[in-house]
């Protein structure tokens, strides 16, 4: 389904783009945060049915995005990451998570300038964790792989086991309102935001889990502000800066030999291959310098043994700087210095579960172990991009990107250090748009 979505950007932006003569554009990418008001239905029935507390209402939205304006058309990208409120019963504690990819199609109510007011619509696919677990006592890798049941994790769309493995179709409807600060000596501008707007998803039956519907956590009415950096046509004579979007696919040369070990050694399966990643990568030009965003994450998964499945999983985001050396017609040649955010997640399921609410009252199936911290790459990389419209001021870009990730923290997994795991070369070739 993702990939089919993003079909849908890079046609839409080139069909439109060759179509037009010359106008204004605009392009910004930020970052915003908000609610979305939604209610567990079926799940709070069943735990008013059992004379217990219901879930909190509403859950917490954490997005990153890409819009590109040409004239008044609105196209973009965005990622969202929604985090649920805690619920407890007994030991256990009751959580939920979902992660959606959009693609924003709109127009802008508003000439170019300083104000706008944009009406937009997305779709997309996305991912839902619902889990209920007690705290993990394993005082050791090998503990925890005797005994890992401690909850349950119940998943939709498992980017733990891949992360192009989103599912279910989403939509979204609203308004994106922004308003545009100067930076002194500075092309780009400050843009403050506020969207509001209606989320859903459209099909009834979809996202149900061991017989109950968590439809409502993918929808709701939400209310989001945010800034971001913009670079708007009016602001600059003679254009020597751009902001893009790209996405990306790339190979990580590391394996987790570590924990295979272990994992053999109490008769579970090893992990075979080597872990890919999929993500998108925000950049920023001025002149010769550059910056930007990097989000991806990249995963193993299989048959742990015939009643068991586990996934090694991890997220990095990352902040990029760097040079432009070379700027040759349409050929590009830099180099980037990133830091960031990493995580690593081990988990280990039962395939076959009861329905709730049997699952409710005997949870124990499930477990996983995590850790995080910081990490940071060198990258060096090589673009050539092809102009969509007669000013080219519009490119698709085609590059390949290779670097090699240090890891700044030990990544300890129930005492297990997973440091060379995370320590790896990688690659990476990306398409995206640049305006």
């Known amino acids: 389904m993702r990939t089919l979505i993003i079909c849908l950007f890079f046609t839409l932006a080139s069909s439109f783009v060759l179509g037009q003569s010359g106008g204004s554009s605009r392009s910004t990418m930020y970052f915003t945060i908000g609610k979305t008001g939604s209610n567990l239905r079926e799940f709070n029935q069943m735990l008013d049915n059992k004379g217990l507390t219901p879930m909190r209402k509403g859950y917490t939205n954490f997005n990153f995005g890409y819009q590109a304006r040409y004239n008044d058309f609105i196209l973009g990208l965005e990622i969202a990451q929604n985090s649920g409120p ?30 706008q007011l944009i009406h937009y619509m997305a779709v997309g696919s996305g991912f839902l964790n619902f889990q209920m677990l007690r705290e993990n006592e394993a005082n050791d890798i090998d503990s925890f792989l005797q005994n890992p049941e401690h909850g349950f994790i119940l998943r939709d769309g498992n980017i733990h086991k891949n992360s192009l493995n989103m599912t279910g179709f989403l939509t979204e409807f609203g308004f994106h309102m922004s308003y545009d600060v100067p930076i002194p000596g500075r092309e780009e501008a400050l843009a403050l935001i506020a969207k509001f707007g209606y989320s859903f998803s459209p099909f009834e039956d979809s996202w149900k889990l061991n017989g109950i519907s968590f439809n409502t956590i993918q929808s709701g009415a939400f209310f989001k502000v945010g800034a971001g ?6 602001n600059y004579f003679y254009k020597d800066a751009a902001l893009g ?14 924990l295979n070990r272990h994992l053999v050694d109490n008769g579970l399966r090893p992990f075979s291959g080597r872990p890919s990643n999929f993500g998108l990568k925000l950049l920023g030009y001025s002149k010769n310098l550059m910056y930007g965003m990097d989000f991806f994450s990249l995963g193993l998964g ?25 700027d040759l017609r349409n050929l590009e040649m830099g180099a980037l210095a990133g830091i960031g955010f990493g995580n690593l997640r081990y988990t280990l399921t039962y395939d076959s579960k009861p329905d709730f609410p049997r699952l409710f009252e005997e949870p124990d199936y499930d477990g996983y172990l995590r ?3 910081a990490m940071a790459k060198p990258e060096v990389f090589i673009t050539y991009g092809i102009p969509l419209s007669q000013s080219k001021v519009f490119k698709l870009v085609f590059g390949a990107h290779a670097g090699y990730e240090v890891a700044l923290s030990p990544y300890n997994l129930a005492g297990l250090s997973m440091f060379k795991y995370m320590a790896n070369p990688y690659l990476q070739f990306s398409i995206g748009v640049r305006i």
């Open 229 to 234: 950096l913009t670079l708007p046509d009016y």
């Open 86 to 115: 805690r619920s407890f019963f007994n030991d256990y504690e009751i959580d939920y998570r979902t992660t959606r990819f959009l693609v924003n199609v709109g127009f802008s109510l508003t000439e170019e300038g300083p104000f």
């Open 302 to 326: 299989g048959k742990a043994s015939e009643t068991q499945t586990h996934t090694l999983s991890s997220i990095r985001v990352y902040a990029n700087g760097g040079l432009k050396f070379l």
């Open 371 to 373: 850790s995080y911290g």
């Open 245 to 258: 979007a790209h996405i990306f696919y790339g190979m990580h040369f590391t394996r987790p030999d570590a």
